[in-house]
């Protein structure tokens, strides 16, 4: 059955010595869930969550890290994993259509710390949670993202792989059971994109409890059903048509996924990215905002249903606005946190030229989604000069990554105003040697507030 094979594998890399390169890509990817995770911390859901579970804080030794206590780890994953979703810096598998790092790394975190683990352990859980999730997650792709969100669904198998690896290393039968109970219980829907509500961040997080829930019930005899992913009326069935499983083994355990993921470079949708990064090129060649007659985006159906929205009145709608994002990039030259401030809302300028821009279809495109992200942007000014850029593919992604040196400057923007600037540089040196630590001498739970 696929998931004895799923599990033979993460109950080896659970425990393996696994190459450099492919801890140094598991590095990247905890200093990335933290540099959206910071942020985070200071808008919604997460201040809601913490008034929700104040009598659980304090409790445990699950760190929730920016604010200074713990939980215990279930808890501590639902609140870690749901506030690194929100502020749209989180990372991204092309693939699959899927956000790994907040439902693995907040599981991953919260066991390491509750098991006391080393922090080789948890880069290996990590690791072990990506390679299960990114390969299902791009099985069940294009038809599952219609309705469902990767993230919430796929993730809480990413998330239990990873409990379980540290719940029982090398135990490929608790692996399993993790795995199968966690299936039963994921859940997301994309109608939760299409208003200004906190679901669609509680997916991440609610994916990372799930993971944590049945990694430690697996570890302690919980047991799930063995062919819940490929059954007639299971995950697969259920949720996605004519899932590809026999790609699902392909060189796992030889070939890395997490060597393939992107990180974003701008603060909202995915989505948005290729038709920013080509908006960008022509600024950067000349094309000034000012002088815009029209823009013209051309790009996947899943960014028109997904970030269409043409006139967003929140922060979170404006997220999801592609064109938002694209007129604030034209203007300002990057979509950083400072876009969705209500200066940078109400900005009549910005608002101006978004309703310069036409986002348009391409079949081409659509054909090539998840594993192409394209846009086509073409820009006419007051001349009658028409600019035209394509971008087939977004600055972050696999064929553009970004550099260590780019992901230490983003962990510092972003965490910097919640830690403090020398806390931000400790912790960004701690997470570069995390292999030769204990988790908890990263000691996530004391983190001091800036000033």
Known sequence: MLLESLSAYGARDAVARLPDEILHYAKRAVLDWLSALYPGTRISPCRELLAAHAEELGLGRSSLPGNGTTAFPATAAWINGSASHAPEFDDIFRDGAYHPGCPVIAAALAMAEHRRASGRELLNAVVVGYEISTRIAAAMQPSHYRYFHTTGTVGSLGAAAAAAALAAPGKSAVMGHAIATSATMAAALQQAFRSDAMSKALHAGHAAEVGVRAGQGAAHGVTGVPDILEGEVGFGAALARDV????????????????????????????????????????DKGVRPERVRSIEVRTYRAALDVAGNPDPSTAFEARFSLPYVLAHAMRQGSVRLAAFEPDALEDTDTRALMRKVTVIEEPQLTAGFPSMRAARVAIVTDDGMRHEQFAPHRKGDPEAPLSDAELNDKFDELAGPVLGADRTRQLRAAIWTLESLAVSDLALAADPPAG
Do not use: M, P
């Open 244 to 283: 590809r499983w026999d790609s699902v083994l392909e060189d796992l355990g030889e070939r890395y996924n997490i060597t393939q993921i992107t990180q974003k470079n701008h603060g909202c949708c995915g989505h948005t990215f290729a038709a920013i990064d080509a908006a960008l090129a022509l600024r």
